[in-house]
């Protein structure tokens, strides 16, 4: 297929400009590029140690050679997160958070470095267990060097970077040399990263995630930590009984993208013919093509609402009577959030499951069946699923507390194996979305990262491009990002 001809071009090409570039900056952008070109095209691709290390022997000097610290033999008492960017919402800042106050009940000094953005209203909301918060500016070189300046007396770095953040991998892989613990949470977990190979140990939070790392990518160890669900000290909330508030849904747009066998958009057409409930959408907006049909269809019923903050996320769980999780791709996360909200929850892939929380029981194997079980509740307030039982189980394995319990077993070198059933749950292939890509039949081309690169790097690129065999639309794409982004 063309798009996958492209890809292997088009990463063989980036790959051999990083690795023969004449100077650091230039190196890191080309890397950065392939690394966007493997996170955006999923392909079963997921990472490339030999890459990393190659590009850390050759530049490793840009890392100041500092005396090898000994690792202390008590227990860490100072950690840093390493975060690329950090939102008011989504996935990566809220288990930043959720992590930083499970380690705060014990005797350890947090801090955090942004290595790209992060508006200040962000940072002033963020926990204050985090001592000190700093973004990092200037070029993609003086960031990474700085990141390991600022790091390298830390006794433990914890990695939560973006996958295309090749500056804080290689930064990483000094630190380790230099005697400092790094630990690699694998978050993104369905698509290529750097990282993992940069770190003592990475971080699961899932069965597929660790199976995928088991099989696809290079990692010292594995560790489970999960995913932190529920704030110490708060409340168990009551199953719900309302039948009568919007279904709700929550999820990135490419969530729910269709594919040729799964269309969340015609699942809502279907069940809005058959029950009297608006439905809420937060994450997607109008500007998805895919939601046209079913929005004039159901103009004043379905409610796309694009990104919103925390406190509008929890207001809309307090209204909605019930969850579906979004599809083709699944929210693992906020499936359990649902359930932990006590709004019973209604999901698909039961037979293609992450393996990320006892919530991933409750789900069911078609979309006739998730029809017909969402519209028997909100018909009859009917809901067999075991939802307290997992409630419970989830209250109690993850915690915020227990997560940064098994992330201190972590630090200290003691390994936590995956829970048995977990491992039973998790069903999904490592090429899960690689086959929903195949479908797509289209590549997806970095976009502002070129103008990282300087400007004699870009000539060059923009003159060997016509010349790679790529199809002819991506070459044009390519050369108008360049100098476009």
Partial sequence: MPHMQDLEILSSFLRHEALTAKNFNDALACASLFGRLHWDNISGFFGDDAFEQALFEKWRGEFRDLPERNRPDTKPKTWAFVLSQVFSGGGHSRLLRQLSSGLADYD??????????????????????????????????????????????????????NPDDIGAALAARALRERGVRVL??????????????????????????????????????????GIPLVSDGSTRSPIRSNTTGPILSIGGPIKYKPSSSLDFSAFLDRILKLVPNDVVLIGPSRKESWWADVSRKHPDRLHLMGV?????????????????????????????EAIMNGLPSFGLNRNAALGISPADALRCDGVDQLVSNVTEYL??????????????????????????????HAANGVAEPLPDYLAALGNRSPDYNAENWREDARLHCPKRIWRKLSLGARARIFRKVGDLGLSRAVAR?????????
């Avoid at 470095?113 to 992060?118: E, F, I, P």
């Avoid at 003592?200 to 099989?215: H, N, P, Q, R």
């Avoid at 307090?318 to 906020?334: E, I, L, Q």
């Fill in 108 to 161: 350890i000094t947090q801090s955090l470095v942004v290595t790209r953005r992060a508006a200040s209203d962000v940072l002033n909301a963020l926990p204050d267990h985090l001592a000190s918060k700093r973004v990092l500016r200037g070029s993609l070189t003086h960031r990474s060097v700085s990141l390991f300046g600022a790091l390298r007396d830390e006794d433990v770095v914890l990695l939560l970077n």
């Fill in 308 to 336: 919103q903050p925390p406190e509008t996320v929890r207001s809309e769980f307090g209204r909605a009577s019930c969850y579906v999780d979004s599809f083709p791709m699944d929210g693992g996360t906020v499936f359990s």
């Fill in 379 to 408: 018909s009859s307030g009917a809901y067999s699923a075991e939802l307290a039982s997992v409630q419970n189980q989830i209250r109690h394995e993850f915690s915020n507390a227990a997560v940064a319990a098994r992330v201190l």
């Fill in 184 to 225: 690699f949470l694998n978050h993104a977990d369905h698509v290529f990263s750097f990282g993992p190979g940069a770190a003592d140990t990475v971080l699961e939070i899932c069965a597929t995630g660790w199976k995928t790392t088991a099989e696809r990518r290079s990692a010292h160890a594995q560790h489970f930590m």
């Fill in 477 to 485: 794409e390519i050369r108008h990002r360049i100098w476009i982004g």
